[in-house]
């Protein structure tokens, strides 16, 4: 059973850090590309960051310098660690994996009907 778990949210103030995790299981980070997403009120899900199964990593533009994707296959856990925080960072963060072909790097990588499965979001707000 392909599960997906995010969690390390919370409330920061601009200039902050917050690191996420998204525990998996029932299958391998080999298997998988797994990417992060975030949703805030009204808005459409959109892509954050996503490594692919060999390690590779994206980043959409407005979180590029500050965030940091990385992955330990030993613990199952993708990690992004976010720095220098903003308000317009504030959404809910999902985590998704994808089955991806092909899996190169770069905008569609990050689209979110690419994604085959997905974990509860965590809530990160940022306040100013």
């Known amino acids: 059973d392909v599960q997906l778990q995010a969690s390390g949210g919370g409330l920061v103030q601009a200039g902050g850090s917050l690191r996420l995790s998204c525990t998996t299981s029932?299958?391998?980070?080999?298997?998988?590309?797994i990417g992060w997403f975030r949703q805030a009120p009204g808005k459409v899900r959109e892509g954050v960051s996503g490594i692919t199964t060999d390690g590779k990593t994206y980043y959409t533009d407005s979180v590029k310098g500050r965030f940091t994707i990385s992955s330990d296959n030993s613990k199952a856990t993708v990690y992004l660690q976010m720095n220098d925080l903003k308000p317009e960072d504030s959404a809910v963060y999902y985590c998704?994996?994808?089955?991806?072909?092909?899996?190169?790097?770069?905008?569609?990588?990050?689209?979110?009907?690419?994604?085959?499965?997905w974990g509860q979001g965590t809530q990160v707000t940022v306040s100013s």
């Open positions: 029932g299958f391998t980070l080999n298997d998988y590309a």
């Open positions: 998704g994996a994808g089955d991806i072909y092909p899996m190169t790097v770069g905008p569609r990588f990050l689209l979110p009907w690419r994604y085959d499965y």
